[in-house]
C-alpha cells in the first residue's frame, strides 16, 4: 500500500476569533471560516497544497462548554497539537498498524456544519489518549465529501514540519507502523514544529 498522504495539521488555540486575527498578522494571510463542530469546537482554515490543509481550531463561540478536544480546556496559548494523514484504504491501514504493533485507535464517523449549512462528514481514528499534544497521526477518510483542500482557501507553502520527542525512536516505530515519515528531533516534552511561506516570509508555529 502506498504511503499516506498528508491530509492536514491541526493549530488550536485558546481564543478562536483572537488566534485567527493573531495568525493573519504574522502571515498576512487571514483564515477562511470552516465551520462547528458538534463537540463545542469550531475552526478556521489555510490551504497548504491541492491535497492538504491547516486547521485552526479553537472552542466555538457558540457553545456552552468549553471542549476538551487536542487540550483546548487547558490551553493558554496556541500551539500545533496533532496532525493527519490520509491513506488509500482505511481499515487496512489500520489492520497493517496494528499487526506492526501500533493500535491507531477505532474509527469513527464526525462532521462539522460548513458557514453555508452544507454538513459535511468522514471518518478518523481515535485514541483514548489525553496527551495535549499527539506527534502520532490519526487517520482520516473524507470518503465522498469534497476535500477542504479543494475549496476556494487562501494559500501558503509548508516549508517544513517536524517533532520533537523525549523518545524519538519510540515515535519513529510508531510513524513507521503508520507507513509514515516525519523528521524527528529529542527534547524534554513531545512538540510539533510548522514552519510556513508566507507573504510576510517564513513564520514558525511551535
Known amino acids: 500500500m502506498s504511503e499516506p498522504l498528508l491530509d492536514h495539521l491541526v493549530y488550536a488555540v485558546p481564543d478562536l476569533a483572537a488566534g485567527v486575527e493573531e495568525f493573519a498578522r504574522l502571515t498576512g494571510v487571514r483564515p477562511v471560516p470552516g465551520g462547528s463542530h458538534p463537540g463545542g469546537t469550531a475552526n478556521h482554515l489555510v490551504r497548504l497544497g491541492p491535497t492538504s490543509y491547516l486547521e485552526i481550531i ?14 483546548l480546556e487547558t490551553l493558554t496559548e496556541p500551539r500545533p497539537v496533532a496532525w493527519a494523514v490520509r491513506p488509500p484504504d482505511l481499515g487496512e491501514a489500520v489492520r497493517q498498524a496494528r499487526e506492526r504493533g501500533y493500535d491507531p485507535g477505532e474509527v469513527r464517523p464526525l462532521s462539522r456544519r460548513t458557514p453555508s449549512g452544507h454538513l459535511l462528514e468522514w471518518r478518523l481514528t481515535r485514541r483514548d489518549d489525553p496527551a495535549a499534544v499527539r506527534p502520532v497521526p490519526f487517520l482520516i477518510d473524507w470518503g465522498g465529501t469534497p476535500h477542504p483542500a479543494a475549496g476556494d482557501l487562501p494559500l501558503l507553502s509548508l516549508t517544513s514540519f517536524s517533532a520533537v520527542h523525549p523518545d524519538p525512536d519510540a515515535l519513529r516505530r510508531d510513524l513507521a507502523a503508520l507507513g509514515v515519515r516525519l523528521d524527528v528531533s529529542p527534547g524534554p516534552e513531545p512538540a510539533l514544529r510548522v514552519v510556513l511561506g508566507t507573504p510576510l516570509g517564513h513564520v514558525t508555529l511551535r
Open 58 to 71: 479553537g472552542p466555538d463561540p457558540r457553545a456552552t462548554v468549553r471542549p476538551r478536544a487536542f487540550g
